[in-house]
């Protein structure tokens, strides 16, 4: 019998101008590539040396810096957090010269979805009743009152309504009463309150928290009505009596919650956030990449996707400010980037604290790898606003809003700006949903995908052997369209969805 050769290892050079390759296989040591024999073995998703790179110059990946060599790094090498670190270096902000028409279609063109018309105007994707609370102290009664609904038959004579979910959190006191931390909360719970996922509200507080019910709703002129109730457990005179009396509430409101029906609606209603999570060396190879072209058909058809985790964008900005609408929405940008910079330094932090343990098992080294990556879910559209967190997002188009990099906050963020959609790429495997809005989860390469098949529902790993992004994109784009009408996401059918609500804390707990 004649002996076989080993099939090479696979590699990606993503950039002419890179001085490493990334492994599709585990490159094992002697193995060629390039015709250079590795030195050590290389993980799936890490990166190879395929030059010479001396000490302090630059290791570039898609064509950009991500890191600098601790020292020498000799061909064939391993590269990663042991030899390639980071420092702040120049980025050339340029703005708005890569504007451009985003080819809208012409509206006969555009896709429908079925969704519901809710009176103020808006359109949600799923048709709940949300439980929100005002301050930690009030979660509990808040749960009771969902689960006495999903735990029982009470709402199988209204089978229009997706549940009855609490929304809690554990800010609302020890807080200061104004400022930054305050306002941003107050966003947060104003965004879910008039969210188009919610088709009635209860609102809970304890009493005498710092965050006031009235204080909310005189700042963003709600007024109590059918689809809208508030009370305390202070003024209603206790637990029991208070979850009594929020059942009740909300029993009011089921009727008029279920009379709320599916109507074809052109997808420019549509607004998805776009996330990553549990990130490796491939999210930006097939997945972000993937998500980024079905990001550029929803703008097509009018819809808006919106990017966000500030910290994990940052060393990519500069490839976004030159897409920017205009200078403004471009130095929009930029400020938040310094604004990170400052917060984080005054909490002894430092940007590269990301990536997390789990990135970098997955290949990642450091923050600007990991950002070049994720900024690629973005697509190739103008950047049309950039918002703060939690604010509503009144343009169309691919827009920005300021978040942490932290996945529940960063998508509470999102959500309360109105996505109704969101998307979740990942690589390690992150398991979450975010009620009330339905997340698809995509998976980055194929051994995730056949290890979680139960939380995944497109696998993008099918890209590094041969499957074009564009084809992906549309696929992503579809099952868009189809999670939007109704059909179950994974997270969906697994429960996802009720401990995922983080408001982002800023500022001191006192």
């Keep these: 019998m004649s002996a076989t050769t080993a099939a090479p290892p696979r590699t990606l050079r993503l950039n002419a101008a890179d001085n490493v390759r990334v492994a599709i296989d585990t490159i094992m040591p002697g193995s060629l590539v390039e015709g250079i024999a590795a030195i050590q073995r290389i993980p799936k998703g890490h990166k190879m040396a395929v030059t010479g790179i001396a000490e302090g110059a630059p290791v570039l990946k898609f064509g950009q810096i991500i890191g600098f060599a601790k020292a020498t790094i000799a061909p064939g090498e391993h590269v990663h957090e042991h030899n390639c ?27 429908m979805f079925d969704g519901y018309h809710r009176p103020n105007g808006k359109v949600g994707t799923r048709n709940y009743i949300g439980v929100l609370t ?93 689809g809208f109730r508030t009370m305390t457990i202070q003024d209603i005179g206790g637990t029991r009596k208070t979850i009594e009396w929020g059942v009740d509430m909300i029993r009011e409101m089921l009727p008029a919650a279920n009379k ?66 205009n200078r403004e929405v471009g130095e929009k940008l930029v400020d938040l980037i310094h604004w990170w910079e400052d917060y984080t330094e005054r909490n002894q932090g430092e940007m590269n604290n990301n990536p997390s343990p789990g990135n970098k098992a997955g290949g990642l080294t450091t923050i600007l790898e990991k950002s070049l990556g994720a900024a690629a879910k973005g697509g190739t559209a103008t950047l049309r606003g950039v918002y703060k967190y939690a604010e509503p997002i009144n343009t169309h188009g691919f827009v920005y809003m300021d978040s942490p990099g932290y996945d529940p906050a960063a998508v509470t963020g999102q959500i309360a700006s109105g996505a109704n959609m969101i998307v979740f790429t990942t690589g390690r495997g992150s398991a979450a949903g975010y009620k009330p809005t339905p997340s698809i989860k995509l998976a980055t390469n194929s051994d995730l995908y056949a290890r979680m098949t139960d939380d995944m529902d497109i696998n993008c790993g099918d890209i590094l052997d ?41 500022g001191a707990v006192m």
């Design 85 to 111: 670190g980071m420092h702040d270096f120049d980025r050339d902000y340029q703005f708005a010269e890569g504007a451009h028409d985003d080819g809208m279609l012409p509206l006969a063109e555009r896709r």
């Design 260 to 325: 709320h029906y599916r109507t074809p609606t052109p997808v420019s209603e549509i607004m998805v956030g776009l996330q990553c999570g549990g990130s490796d060396g491939y999210s930006g190879i097939t997945a972000n990449p993937a998500l980024g072209y079905a990001s550029d058909m929803l703008v097509k058809h009018g819809g808006t996707t919106i990017l966000s985790e500030t910290p994990e964008i940052y060393g990519a900005e500069h490839l976004l400010t030159r897409r920017a609408a």
């Design 466 to 506: 041969g499957a074009s992004i564009e084809k992906k994109g549309e696929e992503i784009f579809e099952e868009i369209v189809a999670v939007a009408s109704g059909k179950r996401s994974k997270s969906e059918e697994l429960g996802y969805g009720d401990s995922e609500f983080v408001p982002w804390q800023i």
């Design 134 to 226: 005002s301050v930690n102290c009030s979660a509990t009664v808040a749960r009771h009152i969902a689960e006495a609904f999903n735990r029982s038959n009470l709402l199988d004579a209204f089978p229009n309504i997706d549940g009855v979910v609490s929304f809690v959190h554990g800010t609302g006191c020890g807080m200061g009463g104004s400022g930054e931390g305050y306002e941003t909360l107050e966003r947060t719970q104003w965004g879910y309150a008039t969210h188009p996922n919610l088709a009635g509200v209860l609102v809970v507080g304890l009493g005498c928290e710092v965050f006031q019910i009235p204080r909310l709703m005189k700042s963003y002129n709600l007024v109590e009505h059918e």
